[in-house]
């Protein structure tokens, strides 16, 4: 059984800070408590920790190296726990859909963006891992545009504008109603005065 975090002691601000004066670094039970995962164990952690890095050209933590997170690592872990489902697919004997999100932020630092997963929006659609690019959705590893967000962005609209079933079949009753009089007042039958 994997090892789960426990409280330790809390470090003073100026013993977080990195050797090269970089942004303050954190252990990962810290940040597992800081990013709501406290209930995720150390090797899933490392395992997100390790992709993370590998989304941004860097080497993971290597073996035997004692795991420390900096802000970025913390902002990154919780975007890749957003695009592989959430924190509810965290729970014991289920996985993170993690599998296209390498390849694409690979094909978006080959486009020029230093970590993907901080600077561009990022979302699954499907099992298509895509990016919000020039001001649409963007496939990076093949460079398709996606139309199916513009039909899902609009049916989200009309189903918010749509009325009440009710209301629309009393609108059709009432179409029906005014169609047959004025039908019935072109072949000249009586009752076409409605």
């Known amino acids: 059984m994997d090892r789960h975090f426990h409280g330790r002691g809390k470090k003073s601000p100026r013993s977080r800070m990195l050797a090269s004066g970089g942004g303050p670094e954190f252990f990962p039970g810290e940040a597992a408590e800081i990013l709501g995962l406290a209930h995720v164990d150390h090797a899933r952690l490392r395992r997100l920790v390790v992709l993370r890095r590998e989304c941004a050209g860097d080497s993971g933590p290597t073996a035997g190296r004692w795991l420390r997170l900096g802000l970025d690592d913390l902002m990154a872990v919780r975007v890749l726990v957003d695009i592989g489902g959430g924190l509810e697919r965290l729970v014991a004997g289920r996985r993170l859909k993690t599998s ?95």
């Open 100 to 194: 296209g999100i390498a390849e694409v932020c690979s094909a978006l630092r080959a486009m020029g963006i230093a970590d993907p997963l901080i600077q561009v929006p990022i979302a699954r659609q499907g099992d298509h891992v895509v990016a919000y690019l020039a001001a649409s959705w963007v496939d990076p590893s093949t460079g398709q545009l996606l139309f199916n967000e513009v039909f899902t962005r609009t049916d989200a609209y009309l189903a918010g504008t749509q009325s009440p079933i009710e209301e629309l079949e009393a609108l059709r009753a009432e179409i029906t109603r005014h169609a047959a009089s004025a039908w019935r007042g072109q072949r000249g039958d009586p009752g076409a005065a409605d």
